[in-house]
């Protein structure tokens, strides 16, 4: 078959790596709207990186490029785990503007007859978008036997968002301390409401402060650290080596990292409030901003020799 030897290390990879980590793997690539299996997602990245490898290793041959290239093909890692990270942010920015009106709906339900089981089977056969698909994956787990409680509050820690996984338990024990459910719902819906237009106030306030540091972290401060290198670079091929000249590229570096990952959490504190956001920003910022270095500090020279 075409894809053979994809199917074939994805076999591998199940026995040889344990089904909690692949388990973890899936889940983290469900909630990013990558609906492939998390071993032949493994088995496409390796094979990549090792068909890059050897186009790269042929082209070293081939030409005068420096050997530090053989660590692009692993920017993938990082380039996956931001593409995943910026789909849950899309995914959860939908399921909040979706929640208000959903949960509305849910309370007019209730309020005919229904119980609360039937209602969210009817709503999530009619709706659309990954708020309903939420749904339906837990009226499947229901179905299978898992406790309804147990379900509920698996589905609204999947949401990924704290908003909505405050709303969701104060729906569920509403539902367990016997309180008119659909009161309940209406009046949460109400407060997720005025909670979501607040939160986009906040954000479209802050953006011209996030997008300061953002232009300096991924840009400014990159470029800045490899010209350092690349003068440093110059200072050694005149022979005019120093204790500062050799170290200044290996703190540069350093600094590098250190400042995207204070970015990060700068970013996430102005923008959500919540210092821990930071942690998932801080690799896609120190990433993007050591490959503009990378950059400028490898084809700099030759790039400003070659404008002279």
Not at 253 to 263: D, F, Q, T
Not at 289 to 307: C, E, K, N, Q, V
Request: proline fraction near 3%; glycine fraction near 6%; hydrophobic fraction near 50%.
């Amino acid at each position: 078959m075409k894809f053979k030897i994809i199917n074939d290390l994805a076999s591998t990879l199940n026995n040889i790596v344990p089904e909690k980590y692949l388990s973890m793997f899936g889940e983290f690539l469900l909630s990013g709207a990558i609906l492939t299996e998390a071993s032949k997602v493994l088995a496409i990245l390796i094979i990549f990186i090792l068909a890059s490898e050897i186009s790269l290793s042929i082209t070293l041959a081939a030409f005068n490029i420096p050997a530090s290239v053989l660590i692009l093909p692993f920017f993938i890692f990082p380039c996956l785990f931001t593409y995943i990270v910026v789909q849950q942010e899309r995914r959860a920015q939908k399921i909040e503007k979706a929640a208000p009106d959903f949960l509305r709906q849910l309370a007019s339900m209730l309020q005919v007859g229904l119980s609360f089981e039937n209602a969210m089977e009817d709503m999530s056969q009619y709706g659309e978008g990954p708020l309903y698909d939420e749904m339906r994956r837990t009226i499947i787990e229901i179905r299978m036997g898992r406790n309804f409680d147990d379900a509920w509050r698996a589905m609204s820690k999947r949401l990924k968002s704290k908003e909505l996984e405050r709303v969701f338990g104060i729906i569920l024990d509403g539902r367990r301390s016997g309180s008119s459910i659909s009161k309940v719902l209406s009046d949460v819906s109400d407060d997720l409401r005025d909670l979501m237009a607040l939160k986009r106030e906040r954000k479209s306030t802050v953006m011209m402060s996030v997008m300061f540091l953002l232009i300096s972290t991924v840009i400014a401060t990159p470029f800045a650290i490899g010209m350092v290198s690349v003068y440093s670079g110059f200072m050694q091929s005149y022979g005019m080596e120093s204790q500062i000249i050799l170290t200044a590229p290996i703190a540069g570096e350093l600094y590098l990292v250190i400042h995207s990952i204070l970015a990060a959490f700068i970013i996430s504190i102005i923008m959500y409030g919540d210092v821990k956001k930071g942690i998932k920003f801080s690799l896609p910022l120190a990433v993007s901003s050591f490959a503009i270095f990378y950059f400028i500090s490898t084809f700099g020279g030759s790039l400003l020799l070659g404008g002279f």
